[in-house]
């Protein structure tokens, strides 16, 4: 029975695809009369002169390429401002903030104890003497060698503009034109 239903439908479907056939080449010639270019291209023929599966267009779906609008432009830096990101960060926990040590607050800085000492002592100071001095003042320091501190602070200023320290030799002492 299908092989006579199959003998039924062939001159049906031959003469549907001369139709096809005739319409697409009517396409053609309506867009070239109507001279506005567009050229509508003909269908391509499979085997036995049969119109090909119709292919997917992905123009205008997204699935392809770069959307309609864009342009080949290069994007902005991005700003890290308000990425949206709140709260806590990863791995942290509702521990409480560790109490802060009591030490007792400085009376001045290294260069103010510096200039108090040099001031009493005219003649100048050796570096040993004078960090044995500052100490005396009740100067806290952390560091293992204070003398190395104290000889850092007194080059710099040394070699600042105005000399507000001068070195002679082995001994430091304070410049009478720059205070």
Do not use: C
Request: net charge positive.
């Amino acid at each position: 029975m299908s092989t006579q239903v199959a003998g039924e439908l062939r001159p049906i479907l031959d003469e549907l695809e001369e139709n096809e056939a005739r319409h697409a080449e009517l396409l053609v010639q309506i867009a070239e009369l109507s001279g506005n270019g567009a050229v509508v291209a003909r269908p391509k023929t499979g085997k036995r002169g049969r119109p090909a599966k119709a292919e997917k267009s992905t123009k205008g779906t997204g699935k392809r390429g770069r959307p309609k609008g864009s342009t080949n432009k290069p994007k902005a830096e991005k700003s890290t401002k308000g990425t949206g990101k709140r709260g806590r960060p990863k791995g942290s926990t509702n521990k409480p903030k560790a109490e802060k040590s009591e030490r007792a607050p400085r009376e001045g800085s290294l260069w103010s104890r510096v200039q108090k000492v040099l001031k009493t002592h005219k003649t100048g100071m050796t570096l040993e003497k004078l960090a044995a001095a500052i100490i005396q003042t009740g100067y806290v320091s952390k560091s293992a060698d204070f003398g190395q501190v104290l000889y850092q602070t007194l080059q710099k200023k040394v070699n600042e503009p105005g000399n507000p320290v001068v070195k002679e030799e082995d001994k430091y002492r304070l410049n009478e034109v720059a205070a």
